[in-house]
């Protein structure tokens, strides 16, 4: 194959987030052009903790990114399971070598550092506090127009511009929106100082906690420090001044009042966390289709998943290095590549929705009685089925050349 791509036009990213960033870095390989605008300034805003899977990790990997993602987080090597008094209810080795490149959590932070640095190192341009506010398309060029009143002209446009895309919304109008998934994600991330009870074996699991009162994970992040998350059971989205709120007396109080009695350390990670995170849990389960004319969706963009499949972000990487490839062994026909993209990737993509749809029910408040089932179940699955479960979402893998 020649190292020259056959599509040689400009690619315009809308979105710094993660397939972003990931696209560009994929594009600059292939020998593409391309300029990634982020509606925000750097990290503005950005927070919270992440579990990057095998399969996400494995394209880190392709882009030489693995290593520096795995020295600021902390490996995961088992996912641990308990009910609300600490008792034991399943343990599942996420298999370390197994996949490739091992399962890494890590503030999300720490990955927009890395790759940030990547794209500069490259020198690809990212343009900050360019939000997108339409999109127009002749037979020949593609133009952003951005509420700065400044537009930029390209060959193809992609929307990885996250679960509200501005880029769906402008170009596939009658497309479904995303659905709230009732519960509210709130997280933080607690200094290793506060927490000398945690062995390293516990900050290298993810812990998985199922109470009565609801659901609450954490697992090590950088330097010894813990990220934590808990889903919060609600009928109603929060408004966005609620979810402005993020005053850490008010978020304590309100999280001792579920969590007191559960297990330590969840009281003591509460107690000292700092940077917290409130969002409401959208997901779409299915879009008709994921582009049109010269723009295509990737990433949360086409298919956000809720947070409990564990998976967001690794789509959004297997998305950029999958597009990427087609472009660059393309004919230069870019709607072949947008069909073939999506006839691609749907499958896999919608079977991985559908899965956190339904993890996020199993995360939900429930009664007594309820939740000895579950404890139940959660034994008994995970134990028998655990690994194996996840073995078709993990050894997924996209040959580069
Ligand atoms: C609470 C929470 C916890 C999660 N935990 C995990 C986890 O542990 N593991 C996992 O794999 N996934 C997790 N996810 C999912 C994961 O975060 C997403 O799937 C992933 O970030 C998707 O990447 P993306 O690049 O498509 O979108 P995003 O990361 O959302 O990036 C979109 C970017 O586009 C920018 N943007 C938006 N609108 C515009 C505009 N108009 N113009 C220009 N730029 C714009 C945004 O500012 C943002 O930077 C979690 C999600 C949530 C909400």
Redesign the pocket.
Known sequence: MSNKPKFQGKVLI???????PALALFLKKAGITAVV????TYKD??G??????PN?VNVLHELGLAEKVIARGSLTLENVFYNAQGRLLARIKRGAQKYGQPAV?LL?PALYDIMTEAMKAEGIQVEYQ????TITQTASKVTAH?EDGTCAEGDLLIG????????RQTVLPNSPKPAYVGII?V?GVTPAAALPMMTEREKQSLTFTFGAQGFFGYGGAENGDVMW?SNLARDQELTREELADLSLTTIKRELLAIYQGYHEPIETLIQHTHSP?K?N?SDIQSLPIWHQGRVLL????AH??S?N????????LEDAMYLAKLLRDSTGDYAQVFAQFEKDRKPRVEKIVAEGRRLAGDKQVVTPFQEKIRELMVMIFMNLFGERGYEWVYKYKIAWE
């Open positions: 809308i979105g710094g987030g993660i397939a972003g605008y982020e509606a925000y805003g950005v919270g903790g992440l579990g990057l899977a996400g959590s999300r360019k939000r997108l506010k951005f990885a511009d996250g679960i509200h895309s501005k880029t994600g997280g998350w995170i969002q849990i990737i990433g949360d963009a956000a998943v947070p499949a564990g998976q967001g972000a690794a789509m959004a």
